[in-house]
T-cell receptor, first 114, second 114 residues
């Protein structure tokens, strides 16, 4: 079946650097995308979302980029801090396809080096 | 608190027993979702409730799994005749309106089947 996946399971960055977490999706009908941060023992925490009529959206220290041509999504975190260490998941939804749940990728573990 | 509340936080039971997991969504949220997260994996959609409509059960893995939502608020997920492969974290989420909307997650119930 179609699913959302990630290119790298682990990403290690220096504190203060920018982080870029990538995600590929295969369902060309997906029209809603969302990034979550999950810390150990906690539920996923909403970071930012984007709809398919946009290609970029910015939040506080985070930017999501959507490239529908190649079905690629990325999350950029500026000036990475120790508190950003977590597993990051992308997820997608095809709102016109009758599916109400989100389809999640396997996650990228972001490690911050001091 | 104002977030999604799940109970119990941990549940250990013997193979073959039935278990009930509870979710209290954010007040005023009309949509409620259940997901399963196996160790080191992304989330798998199980079931979705929207208002008084019939639930979307498309993600339930077998007929041993069922869920209900009473009064449009609290939900229980029931797993009958538990198997070892049911061991996972079960996460509940709610959103203000039906998809596509950010879903806000509880911290889950960690279920261990002996």
């Amino acid at each position: 079946g179609e699913s959302v996946g990630l290119h790298l399971p682990t990403l290690s960055v220096q504190e203060g650097d920018n982080s870029i977490i990538n995600c590929a999706y295969s369902n060309s009908a997906s029209d809603y995308f969302i990034w979550y941060k999950q810390e150990s023992g906690k539920g996923p925490q909403f970071i930012i979302d984007i709809r398919s009529n946009m290609d970029k959206r910015q939040g506080q220290r985070v930017t999501v980029l959507l490239n529908k041509t190649v079905k690629h999504l990325s999350l950029q975190i500026a000036a990475t801090q120790p508190g950003d260490s977590a597993v990051y998941f992308c997820a997608e939804n095809d709102s016109g396809g009758g599916a109400d749940g989100l389809t999640f990728g396997k996650g990228t573990h972001l490690i911050i080096q001091p | 608190g104002a977030g999604v509340s799940q109970s119990p936080s941990n549940k250990v039971t013997e193979k073959g027993k039935d278990v009930e997991l509870r979710c209290d969504p954010i007040s005023g949220h009309t949509a409620l979702y259940w997901y399963r997260q196996r160790l080191g994996q992304g989330l798998e959609f199980l079931i979705y409730f929207q208002g008084n409509s019939a639930p979307d059960k498309s993600g339930l893995p077998s007929d041993r799994f069922s869920a209900e939502r009473t009064g449009g608020s609290v939900s229980t997920l029931t797993i009958q005749r538990t198997q070892q492969e049911d061991s996972a974290v079960y996460l509940c989420a709610s959103s203000l309106l039906r998809a596509p909307q950010p879903q806000h997650f509880g911290d889950g119930t960690r279920l261990s089947i002996l």
